[in-house]
């Protein structure tokens, strides 16, 4: 069985032929250092993943063609979504890496009031760009088959001012709860992260009343991108995908 895996950035069709664009060709032929003949798996975030091989490598592209559908993940039943103020850019880059290997479906960059980042609207589409190459990567080496979608920068008020159902909650250090004391039962979760500064008491204020429950993470203080790590790890761990009772499906 093949053991590279290469996300396709339009539909797979079993018996269409793929012709890779050049950072695609660059990654297949000088860092997986593959050529004709030789076989990976490809997914396009439907969920599905399929046995490709190589059939040309020139200098203009490189074809795959799918030969079979292998695997089809299933859904998440229940939605996490973040709201991460913007951090800087090497541990905004390793939150979503790692919160996209364990599970998270939405990722929302904030500009709130501590935030240190600030990003020009001219620059938003350059930033959302790069970060969606990160989470593609990060699929690509978790073996996961749906990419988590990641909306365009918005204000913190904006976010917490959003009306919906979800259970909502809200990292604060200086909170008595943890989260064996909540329970969002059969509920999507939204979960607020604060900056390197943390929140200003006006933002914790707006997020009282707008239904967000205040969680500690315990009684050591976590730097932003190692809190949102951890949160989505017990959200997992509690009421997802990583509980106990999650049964073992095997490729």
Same mark, same amino acid.
């Given at each position: 069985?093949?053991?590279?895996?290469?996300?396709?950035?339009?539909?797979?069709?079993?018996?269409?032929?793929?012709?890779?664009?050049?950072?695609?060709?660059?990654?297949?032929?000088?860092?997986?250092?593959?050529?004709?003949?030789?076989?990976?798996?490809?997914?396009?975030?439907?969920?599905?993943?399929?046995?490709?091989?190589?059939?040309?490598?020139?200098?203009?592209?490189?074809?795959?063609?799918?030969?079979?559908?292998?695997?089809?993940?299933?859904?998440?039943?229940?939605?996490?979504?973040?709201?991460?103020?913007?951090?800087?850019?090497?541990?905004?880059?390793?939150?979503?890496?790692?919160?996209?290997?364990?599970?998270?479906?939405?990722?929302? $960059?904030?500009?709130?009031?501590?935030?240190?980042?600030?990003?020009?609207?001219?620059?938003?589409?350059?930033?959302?760009?790069?970060?969606?190459?990160?989470?593609?990567?990060?699929?690509?080496?978790?073996?996961?088959?749906?990419?988590?979608?990641?909306?365009?920068?918005?204000?913190?008020?904006?976010?917490?001012?959003?009306?919906?159902?979800?259970?909502?909650?809200?990292?604060?250090?200086?909170?008595?709860?943890?989260?064996?004391?909540?329970?969002?039962?059969?509920?999507?979760?939204?979960?607020?992260?604060?900056?390197?500064?943390?929140?200003?008491?006006?933002?914790?204020?707006?997020?009282?009343?707008?239904?967000?429950?205040?969680?500690?993470?315990? $009684?050591?203080?976590?730097?932003?991108?190692?809190?949102?790590?951890?949160?989505?790890?017990?959200?997992?761990?509690?009421?997802?995908?990583?509980?106990?009772?999650?049964?073992?499906?095997?490729?």
């Amino acid at each position: 069985m093949a053991k590279h895996r290469l996300y396709i950035d339009s539909t797979i069709i079993v018996g269409n032929e793929i012709h890779l664009r050049m950072d695609r060709m660059h990654y297949i032929m000088n860092v997986l250092r593959l050529t004709i003949d030789d076989s990976l798996i490809i997914f396009d975030g439907s969920g599905h993943e399929y046995f490709a091989e190589i059939i040309e490598v020139n200098k203009k592209h490189v074809t795959l063609i799918p030969r079979e559908l292998i695997h089809s993940e299933k859904p998440s039943s229940r939605i996490i979504r973040i709201g991460q103020c913007l951090i800087k850019k090497s541990k905004m880059d390793l939150m979503l890496q790692k919160t996209t290997e364990l599970g998270v479906n939405v990722i929302i $960059p904030l500009a709130s009031q501590y935030s240190v980042i600030k990003i020009k609207k001219s620059n938003e589409k350059f930033k959302k760009d790069h970060w969606e190459r990160i989470t593609r990567s990060a699929c690509e080496q978790c073996g996961r088959n749906f990419i988590p979608e990641i909306k365009n920068p918005r204000s913190i008020d904006k976010f917490i001012n959003e009306k919906s159902n979800n259970f909502k909650i809200i990292l604060d250090p200086a909170s008595s709860k943890n989260f064996n004391e909540i329970n969002p039962r059969d509920r999507n979760i939204d979960i607020l992260i604060g900056p390197e500064g943390g929140f200003s008491n006006n933002e914790i204020e707006t997020a009282d009343r707008n239904k967000f429950v205040r969680v500690s993470m315990g $009684p050591r203080i976590l730097r932003a991108e190692t809190a949102a790590m951890s949160a989505i790890s017990i959200i997992q761990s509690l009421w997802g995908d990583m509980s106990a009772d999650f049964p073992l499906k095997k490729r």
